[in-house]
């Protein structure tokens, strides 16, 4: 079992980055694909970005050019860096190794 939790939430503006970070405990980490999911207000979760242990990426297409994704087995985390965002990312941001969850961290974009 993998224990997750977040950082790097917060309030920005439209236009502006913030990098969340997903810190894991357990020595299968490395192994693991890692991936990101948002749930707005209203709305279902919904996939951001995974990276598998050979660090293959995948992205939504709605933030495909915008965010990154990435990993440092070494300290066991996953990143993403998120650029020009948009009032529309607004969500509460949560790291998964698929069968483990974070509690989750808020993003609050401001037009």
């Known amino acids: 079992q993998v224990h997750l939790v977040e950082s790097g939430g917060g309030l920005v503006q439209a236009g502006g980055s913030l990098r969340l970070s997903c810190a894991a405990s357990?020595?299968?980490?490395?192994?693991?694909?890692m991936a990101w999911f948002r749930q707005a207000p209203g709305k279902e979760r919904a996939f951001v970005a995974d990276?598998?242990?050979?660090?293959?990426?995948n992205y939504a297409d709605s933030v495909k050019g915008r965010f990154t994704i990435s990993r440092d087995n070494t300290n066991n985390t996953v990143d993403l860096q998120m650029n020009s965002l948009k009032p529309d990312d607004t969500a509460v941001y949560y790291c998964?190794?698929?069968?483990?969850w974070g509690q989750g961290t808020q993003v609050t974009v401001s037009s």
């Open positions: 998964t190794s698929g069968e483990n």
């Open positions: 357990g020595r299968m980490f490395k192994i693991l694909t």
């Open positions: 990276i598998n242990w050979r660090r293959i990426t």
